[in-house]
Nanobody
Framework: QVQLVESGGGLVQAGGSLRLSCAAS????????VGWFRQAPGKEREFVVA????????NYADSVKGRFTISKDNAKSTVYLQMFSLKPEDTAVYYC????????????????WGQGTQVTVSS
């Protein structure tokens, strides 16, 4: 099964940028979508963005459209989340996950998860 490792989180001021990485390894059989979710303290995990394994289709949450960009490097088996114009409300643990269905925007539609990386945006 696929294993996922996120990296790139950190502390940034409002208006700043960060790029998160999700490195995949193992067997990808059946994986068709890679998504990013986030979970702030005391809140439910929420969908941020997803990309199909082919890279042909992306799906963004309204809250991040125009500020976040997802991309995929097949040679490195890595999915990136470039985040611009960060806001304090973007503060959360960010997780990448894989799904065997398309489209996939709900937590229960994903079956493999990384350990998460903390993003903190100061005001």
């Amino acid at each position: 099964q696929v294993q996922l490792v996120e990296s790139g989180g950190g502390l940034v001021q409002a208006g700043g940028s960060l790029r998160l990485s999700c490195a995949a390894s193992g067997r990808y059989f059946g994986t068709v979508t890679v998504g990013w979710f986030r979970q702030a303290p005391g809140k439910e995990r929420e969908f941020v963005v997803a990309i199909t394994w082919s890279g042909a289709t992306t799906n963004y949450a309204d809250s991040v459209k125009g500020r976040f960009t997802i991309s995929k490097d097949n040679a490195k088996s890595t999915v990136y989340l470039q985040m611009f114009s960060l806001k304090p409300e973007d503060t959360a643990v960010y997780y990448c996950a894989t799904s065997t269905i398309v489209p996939a925007v709900r937590v229960y539609e994903y079956d493999r998860w990384g350990q998460g990386t903390q993003v903190t945006v100061s005001s």
